[in-house]
């Protein structure tokens, strides 16, 4: 052994790195109100903010806009057809080469025109790192016994209809919550909203709980965000049932 490495010791864990996180949101008194917080760039917190990409396309009570021009207050039409008040909007920017997390942290994802239909999307539409696509499809009723599930773009990149990105100067991402979890029509294509997931997937406990919580200060608890609205699985779920 190395003498000088023994006197050392051990080299010391590497320290979580950290991101700007930005938020507004409609407090208590339906006024607007905004902050930035530096939090761990960890999975559970980037999930929660990197959805949709700079110019997706969201229709509102006042005509489409995009999501950077949205702010808590705004009516947006939802996938169901339904007009719902926006309570929360948050952001984080990803960097070339950013290290935060891993490569997939720092890419994002084109559908391009007519991928899945007819103005499905209409125009592109490029989405965050983190932004699950509602899924229809028979084996995942059969698999959870729900008609459809959330599953992670990511997952349908095939390098034609998806395309990965690897952005070449910092840019922003979004996302965006209600009162509960809701499916969203961007650009034509049905995303998931805002939701942390089960306490149990999203592993945080204590202080990290509570540093978490503190960017949504539209609710009071995890429980608050209510149950998720489909189930969430990844795209290999299916495939590996398929070949059962």
């Given at each position: 052994m190395d003498r000088a490495a023994s006197i050392a010791g051990p080299s010391p864990r590497k320290m979580?790195?950290?991101?700007?996180?930005?938020?507004?949101?409609?407090?208590?008194?339906?006024?607007?109100?905004?902050?930035?917080?530096?939090?761990?760039?960890?999975?559970?917190?980037?999930?929660?903010?990197?959805?949709?990409?700079?110019?997706?396309?969201?229709?509102?009570?006042?005509?489409?806009?995009?999501?950077?021009?949205?702010?808590?207050?705004?009516?947006?039409?939802?996938?169901?057809?339904?007009?719902?008040?926006?309570?929360?909007?948050?952001?984080?920017?990803?960097?070339?080469?950013?290290?935060?997390?891993?490569?997939?942290?720092?890419?994002?994802?084109?559908i391009t025109a007519d991928a899945l239909g007819l103005d499905r999307p209409s125009p592109d539409l490029v989405l965050g790192p983190t932004a699950r696509l509602y899924h229809r499809a028979s084996n995942v009723r059969t698999l959870t016994g729900s008609r459809a599930a959330y599953i992670p773009v990511r997952d349908f990149i095939d390098g034609n209809a998806f395309v990965e990105l690897r952005p070449a100067t910092p840019v922003a991402v979004y996302q965006l919550g209600f009162a509960s979890h809701r499916r969203l029509s961007v650009n034509g294509i049905e995303i998931e909203s805002l939701h942390p997931g089960t306490a149990f997937a999203l592993g945080l406990r204590g202080d990290r709980l509570a540093q978490f919580l503190s960017l949504f200060p539209h609710k009071h608890s995890l429980e608050d965000f209510g149950t998720l609205q489909y189930p969430r699985l990844r795209l290999r779920d299916l495939d590996l049932f398929d070949l059962k």
């Open positions: 979580m790195q950290a991101r700007k996180y930005q938020v507004t949101y409609l407090n208590d008194a339906s006024e607007i109100e905004d902050f930035t917080r530096i939090a761990p760039a960890a999975p559970a917190f980037e999930d929660a903010f990197g959805a949709l990409g700079h110019g997706a396309i969201l229709q509102t009570a006042n005509g489409p806009m995009a999501v950077e021009d949205l702010l808590p207050g705004d009516q947006i039409r939802l996938a169901c057809g339904d007009f719902e008040t926006l309570l929360w909007r948050g952001s984080m920017t990803i960097k070339p080469g950013d290290e935060a997390t891993s490569p997939d942290a720092s890419s994002l994802i084109r």
